[in-house]
């Protein structure tokens, strides 16, 4: 036995080779670009981590506090240093991208509390290329079955050896997920919501997040009590104030962190996947990516109301977006708003929610019958509210009514602020839960999983984070997470900002597909008395169906609207939402980004830009495509006067000839984009 640092080791076991003792652990990457070593000068475990021999962040503390045990930072012993590599192909049923590379490189590193009660925890740290996660374990141990932990002393200590700014949303904020994203030198983010993305002077970009929230409390970053730009884990309590209640064998999330030499590397990036476990739920050939339209637009526009003063979800509506559907292939129709309960205050009353009950002008077996004969399925509705107590008791019979009718997608709904979420206790109290505690994650999921018995995928809207479950659960097929296109409808007086978009791309994007609803015609709402619009251009919007990754993408706007740019709507007719490939070709935080991704059943290549406040020239290098190869670009763009606020309709549909040793030079208007589609000549 020995000191190391002021911590007394005992063993160091090593597969491979001979461990000194005094030496911090070290875990690199394959590459060997990234770079995490585990220290412990302070009594805790610490961690820091080098980019390129640089480094990101500074010593920063691990470890799990107990409500009954000891804790780690008092006579800890190093029980046991064990690693490992991992280099596997697997991959997506559906996805950004088919095969995926999951390459690491991993420690777990075995403290124990040799005192009593005895106890081991275990820190389990794996490096990709592309990242790293860090993740607690407690093994099976004697004498101790169930643990509170309440809290995590993880923390992100930012280097400050480059000037370094933050984009990020509040954290524990009562919308959720749903502000404006602001751009913050990163000493001055006090809490945030992850993912939260650091653009430093040297080019260096970082991304703090979670991956794989099962069973266990969301976090947010908090910078309470320190200085200088650290941050640290704070998780989502009980309402009794224990962050996770549970049985022995623990593991937390990954509290996980991407780095990358430029803002596209961070795109590129499949860390969050590649921490998650594989798929659980066998043969899912059954999950069918694809566009939808639906009885939604209608209400955010306020011509209609989900409730019967002016009931949108009747049949005859219902046909008509199902018409809409079959004449342009369409693969489903949304309907909000079918089901009793929705009048009076429904933001505020999600236990008088009936999940089998129609309003009498929908006739569900009419439309699935309608629908059915013309290719077109039923997409489900289910508004909570936040009432999961409604919901759950419901839930078996509304997912075997929803099977019944042929229903293959439901898109769930939270609407209530962050710390709205029902729960009765065991004395029949009402408590109101974080949608990101631990009691709110497992209600989540509960819905994904009775929704897979049924061969029916979620869409869950006011959710917590993606952490990419999606890889365990494919039925998990997206999500909202973020302000999407409804807080740009005539109903909210607060539109996107310009950039909110690209900031969506470096943030929210990070962690997985979103259900942002874009592709909206009507920019500018003339025909309604209102200060509200959709602050960007109209090529903008057809971009975001490449740049807004979701395996369902909606098609929310009105027919006329389409039909009267039929040439633009040709594009969205045209792209497809499951793909082959996706590369993140060019991008800057601030200015745009370039993506470009390849069908994964016609193979063709599809190309989306947007801008932000500015407008931006981009230059495309086509070397994605196969050499040799002609191919025709289809080219929706900006037009030369195009411009969000004074000229949003101005585009240009063109059409040119290429090859792969090719680039293609566009201007993107600011809130501007262009969309291409690149077909083999
Ligand atoms: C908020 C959702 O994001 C929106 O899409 C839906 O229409 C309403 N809630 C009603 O459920």
New binding site residues.
């Given amino acids: 036995m020995r000191t190391f640092g002021k911590l007394t080791v005992c063993f160091v076991s090593l597969l491979a080779s001979t461990y000194l003792l005094a030496d911090p652990i070290e875990i690199s990457s394959p590459d060997t670009r990234i770079k995490l070593t585990l220290d412990n000068p302070e009594q805790v475990a610490m961690y820091s981590v080098a980019f390129n021999g640089v480094r990101v962040i500074d010593e920063s503390r691990l470890g799990l506090e107990f409500d009954t045990l000891p804790n780690m930072g008092e006579s800890v012993t190093l029980k046991e240093v064990s690693r490992d590599s991992h280099d596997e192909q697997w991959e997506q049923p559906w996805g950004e991208r088919q095969q995926m590379r999951e390459h690491y490189n991993e420690v777990v590193v075995a403290l124990e509390r040799t005192d009593s009660p005895a106890y081991v925890l275990n820190v389990r740290v794996r490096v990709f290329d592309d990242g790293l996660g860090i993740r607690y374990e407690m093994p099976a141990q004697q004498q101790l079955k169930n643990v509170n932990v309440v809290a995590d002393w993880t923390e992100f200590r930012l280097s400050d050896r480059a000037t370094t700014n933050a984009l990020s949303i509040i954290g524990e904020h009562h919308d959720r997920y749903e502000q404006i994203y602001k751009w913050t030198p990163a000493e001055q983010v006090e809490t945030a919501a992850t993912p939260i993305t650091f653009e430093r002077a040297d080019g260096i970009h970082i991304s703090i997040h979670e991956a794989a929230l099962e069973d266990w409390a969301g976090f947010t970053l908090v910078r309470r009590g320190m200085g200088g730009r650290a941050l640290r884990v704070k998780m989502a309590p009980w309402s009794d104030g224990v962050a996770v209640k549970t049985t022995l064998p623990l593991k937390s999330s990954w509290r996980t962190l991407q780095i990358a030499d430029s803002a596209t590397g961070l795109l590129n990036s499949d860390l969050i996947l590649n921490l998650n476990e594989p798929n659980v739920l066998g043969d899912v050939s059954w999950i069918h990516p694809g566009k939808y339209t639906g009885v939604?637009w209608e209400?955010?526009r306020q011509d209609y109301t989900?409730g019967s003063a002016k009931h949108g979800a009747n049949n005859e509506r219902v046909k008509a977006r199902i018409d809409f559907a079959a004449k342009y292939g369409f693969d489903g129709v949304l309907v909000?708003?079918w089901n009793k309960g929705w009048d009076g205050n429904?933001l505020e009353s999600g236990g008088v929610f009936s999940f089998t009950e129609s309003y009498p002008d929908f006739d569900f077996d009419m439309l699935s019958k309608y629908g059915a004969d013309k290719g077109v399925k039923i997409i489900g509705?289910h508004?909570t509210?936040g009432n999961v107590v409604n919901y759950r008791d419901q839930m078996a019979n509304a997912f075997d009514l929803y099977a019944k009718q042929g229903v293959e997608q439901v898109?769930t709904?939270y609407?209530a602020w962050a710390q709205e979420i029902v729960r009765y206790d065991e004395n029949g109290y009402l408590r109101l839960e974080w949608n990101e505690s631990q009691y709110g994650v497992n209600e989540y999921l509960r819905s994904v999983k009775e929704a897979a018995k049924r061969k029916i995928a979620i869409n869950t809207?006011?959710p917590v984070k993606d952490t990419g479950l999606r890889r365990k659960y494919p039925n998990w097929i997206s999500r909202?997470g973020a302000r999407?296109m409804?807080y740009s409808s005539p109903m909210s007086s607060h539109p996107n900002p310009v950039d909110h978009d690209l900031n969506l791309v470096y943030t929210r994007m990070l962690s997985g597909p979103m259900?942002y609803?874009p592709g909206i015609f009507d920019l500018t709402y003339e025909a309604i008395n209102t200060d509200s619009r959709v602050i960007s251009t109209l090529a903008h919007q057809l971009a975001l169906y490449v740049v807004l990754y979701s395996p369902i993408q909606m098609v929310p706007d009105y027919r006329k609207h389409y039909e009267k740019h039929m040439d633009a709507f040709q594009f969205i007719l045209d792209v497809p939402t499951d793909w082959s490939q996706s590369i993140a070709l060019s991008g800057d935080m601030k200015s745009h980004v370039v993506w470009a991704r390849q069908a994964r059943e016609s193979k063709e290549w599809f190309v989306g830009a947007i801008a932000g406040k500015e407008a931006t020239n981009v230059t495309v290098p086509l070397d994605f495509l196969e050499s040799g190869q002609q191919y025709e670009a289809q080219i929706y763009r900006d037009g030369d006067t195009a411009d969000w606020d004074t000229s949003p309709f101005d585009y240009v549909v063109e059409r040119r000839d290429v090859v792969s040793s090719d680039s293609l030079s566009l201007r993107i208007a600011a809130g501007g984009g262009f969309a291409i589609r690149m077909l083999k000549k």
């Fill in positions: 939604w209400m955010h989900w909000e708003g429904w509705h508004e509210s898109k709904g609407v809207h006011e909202e999407g409804e259900d609803t």
